[in-house]
């Protein structure tokens, strides 16, 4: 079988990008492990393959459509660039839109690596000779994290748009200050399940990311939760062996005080920083274009 045989689209299904507008995306789909993956894909014309291609990761618990990502595809596509928007899987079979928390939460951070990874082969498959890897909010993180551990000659560089932090001590405040109990008490009531060798064992849980009274298995609430400096973005980025744009805002109440923990990676050449001013976490309205505006040079350089 070869590469674009085992990475053929299920279906391709036309829809509009938003209403109003001309240009169209088509929905493609993958199987993994007998899930299928959904992601929304806007080439660049008939000869996109030669041209740079943004695989876009969406943040904690949203989607491939949600409104920074469908804002930013089409603003790409106005400027000529070709995008694929994925929506990761979540251990959900033909996902759309957010997840439901009511839901079992089955599903890991690192989930998301081999997600980012099945469709870089997708795009090989395809014909594209130049990947960006972008990724927003928790996809940041993911996405720098498949960048520093899963390297591939095809990717060229890699844009993080208000990517996650991380610091245990705030993790664990927040925590308790959102749910009213120690994050350690759930902790080690999954790492006893674990150890059991029940990772897939459930725990009703007080909170579990923005859910609350959640259920989820053990192993997700360790994937999550467990002290784990890799999920800290910024830790990560100068050990990326490509060029890293990083995009903050002043406003941002997400990921506060982002500028000025980059501004010494940016003052040592590590990375690409732009801020913008009076933007929030999400980029809204006019904003999305000054991100677009700092994306195309740095990807068409």
Same mark, same amino acid.
């Given at each position: 079988? &070869?590469?674009?045989?085992?990475? +053929? !689209?299920?279906? %391709?299904?036309?829809? *509009?990008?938003?209403?109003?507008? #001309? ?82 939460? &089955?599903?890991?951070?690192?989930? +998301? !690596?081999?997600? %980012?990874?099945?469709? *870089?082969?997708?795009?090989?498959? #395809?014909?594209?000779e130049q990947v960006v890897l972008l990724g927003h909010s928790r996809g940041g993180n ?74 989820a298995t053990a192993d997700a609430v360790l994937s999550y939760y467990k002290p784990e ?73």
């Amino acid at each position: 079988m &070869t590469l674009i045989q085992r990475f +053929a !689209l299920i279906s %391709i299904i036309p829809l *509009l990008v938003l209403a109003g507008v #001309q240009a169209q995306a088509s929905e493609v789909s993958l199987d993994q492990a007998g899930l299928k993956l959904n992601a929304s894909w806007m080439p660049a014309g008939e000869e996109w393959q030669s041209g740079p291609v943004l695989l876009m990761t969406h943040g904690t618990l949203a989607h491939g459509r949600m409104e920074i990502m469908a804002t930013l595809q089409q603003l790409f596509s106005d400027a000529g660039l070709s995008s694929l928007s994925i929506t990761l899987g979540l251990g959900q079979s033909d996902r759309h839109g957010m997840y439901d928390c009511a839901t079992l939460h &089955t599903h890991r951070h690192t989930d +998301a !690596l081999d997600e %980012i990874g099945l469709w *870089l082969q997708w795009l090989k498959a #395809q014909g594209a000779e130049q990947v960006v890897l972008l990724g927003h909010s928790r996809g940041g993180n993911q996405t720098a994290w498949f960048a520093l551990e899963r390297d591939d000659p095809v990717v060229k560089k890699v844009v993080l748009i208000a990517p996650l932090t991380w610091d245990e001590q705030a993790e664990a405040g927040s925590y308790e200050k959102r749910y009213g109990e120690p994050v350690s008490k759930l902790l080690a009531q999954a790492q006893a399940q674990v150890d059991a060798g029940k990772g897939n064992a459930e725990i009703k849980t007080s909170g579990f990311i923005y859910c609350a009274d959640a259920t989820a298995t053990a192993d997700a609430v360790l994937s999550y939760y467990k002290p784990e400096p890799r999920m800290d973005t910024p830790s990560l980025m100068p050990k990326i062996d490509k060029p890293v744009l990083v995009i903050a805002a002043t406003n941002d109440e997400s990921v506060p005080g982002l500028p000025d923990r980059l501004a010494p990676l940016a003052e040592q050449g590590e990375i690409e920083l732009v801020v913008i001013d009076g933007a929030d976490h999400f980029f809204r309205d006019l904003y999305a274009d000054e991100v677009v505006e700092a994306i195309q040079p740095f990807v068409e350089q």
